[in-house]
Nanobody, 116 residues
């Protein structure tokens, strides 16, 4: 079955960096677009970034992370990453990995907290 497992979250000060990882299994990873979403307390889940299938040359970012976050994938490891730089308190949220194979699949999420 499809499984997505996120890791790499934590507590970081404003201006700091984190790298999130999502390990995928149960499907042919190379053939599917992958996305990162986030959900802050009291807010709706929102798209952060996505990356196209195959070589990952297609990427798309939400305006609020452009120039700070980078999404990438390693098809040999069945993994997708989110490098987050210059983090701000507003980036505090649970970050989720997502793919769509007939329907959306989600990981359990990883908490990112940006605070002094």
């Amino acid at each position: 079955q499809v499984q997505l497992v996120e890791s790499g979250g934590g507590l970081v000060q404003p201006g700091g960096s984190l790298r999130l990882s999502c390990d995928a299994s149960g499907f042919f990873f190379t053939n599917y677009d992958m996305s990162w979403y986030r959900q802050a307390p009291g807010k709706e889940r929102e798209l952060v970034a996505n990356i196209g299938s195959l070589d990952g040359s297609r990427t798309n970012y939400a305006d609020f992370v452009k120039g700070r976050f980078t999404i990438s994938r390693d098809n040999s490891r069945y993994a997708v990453y989110l490098q987050m730089n210059n983090l701000k308190p507003d980036d505090t949220a649970v970050y989720y990995c997502n793919t769509i194979i007939g329907r959306p699949y989600w990981g359990q999420g990883t908490q990112v907290t940006v605070s002094l």
